[in-house]
T-cell receptor
Framework: GESVGLHLPTLSVQEGDNSIINCAYS??????FIWYKQESGKGPQFIID???NMDKRQGQRVTVLLNKTVKHLSLQIAATQPGDSAVYFC???????????WGLGTSLAVNP | EPEVTQTPSHQVTQMGQEVILRCVPI?????FYWYRQILGQKVEFLVS????????KSEIFDDQFSVERPDGSNFTLKIRSTKLEDSAMYFC?????????????FGSGTQLSVL
């Protein structure tokens, strides 16, 4: 069935290093993808999004890459900081009502 | 920055009781959603709401669930007779009506504990 999943449930990086969080999706009809960050006890917070007519989009310290051929999405965080520690979710949007289908999440831990 | 607000932040209830979770979406948004997240699991879609009616609902959203926009600013989720498995974090979200703006804004959630 339709699903969005993450390859790694946890990721530990050193402060200052770059982080790469991966995501696979299976619905080829999805045309919009979004990354959310969720800190403990808080709601998901928007990081960056990308439409299927693009393969790369950059924000402040973050880059999202989309490979539609293999249905793969990644989030790159440059110079990871302790404040980046959180669970990161990818989600895809499809259908008329634009509901989000979520992956399981990757927990990012930044070591000082 | 405008935000979605949810109340209460925590709700403890007895099994079989009714609960109402409240949300105030961002004022110029027209699409509203409820999602839930059981501890340690992924976020699950419950229902979407537009133009004063449900536009889509998931299998989770059975006849024990209902949503309402009673006064033009609040958006509520009611669970008529709570079950133990309803224990979860419930998130309200909203988005702008612009077709090009699909970003959902989420509230901080209501942690529902059914005993």
């Amino acid at each position: 069935g339709e699903s969005v999943g993450l390859h790694l449930p946890t990721l530990s990086v050193q402060e200052g290093d770059n982080s790469i969080i991966n995501c696979a999706y299976s619905n080829s009809a999805s045309d919009y993808f979004i990354w959310y960050k969720q800190e403990s006890g808080k709601g998901p917070q928007f990081i960056i999004d990308i439409r299927s007519n693009m393969d790369k989009r950059q924000g402040q310290r973050v880059t999202v890459l989309l490979n539609k051929t293999v249905k793969h999405l990644s989030l790159q965080i440059a110079a990871t900081q302790p404040g980046d520690s959180a669970v990161y979710f990818c989600a895809e949007n499809a259908g008329n009502n634009r509901k989000l289908i979520w992956g399981l999440g990757t927990s990012l831990a930044v070591n000082p | 920055e405008p935000e979605v607000t949810q109340t209460p932040s925590h709700q403890v209830t007895q099994m079989g009781q009714e609960v109402i979770l409240r949300c105030v979406p961002i004022s110029n948004h027209l699409y509203f959603y409820w999602y839930r997240q059981i501890l340690g699991q992924k976020v699950e879609f419950l229902v979407s709401f537009y133009n004063n009616e449900i536009s889509e609902k998931s299998e989770i959203f059975d006849d024990q669930f209902s949503v309402e926009r009673p006064d033009g600013s609040n958006f509520t989720l009611k669970i008529r007779s709570t079950k133990l498995e309803d224990s979860a974090m419930y998130f309200c979200a909203s988005r702008n009506a612009l077709a090009t703006n699909e970003k959902l804004f989420f509230g901080s959630g209501t942690q529902l504990s059914v005993l």
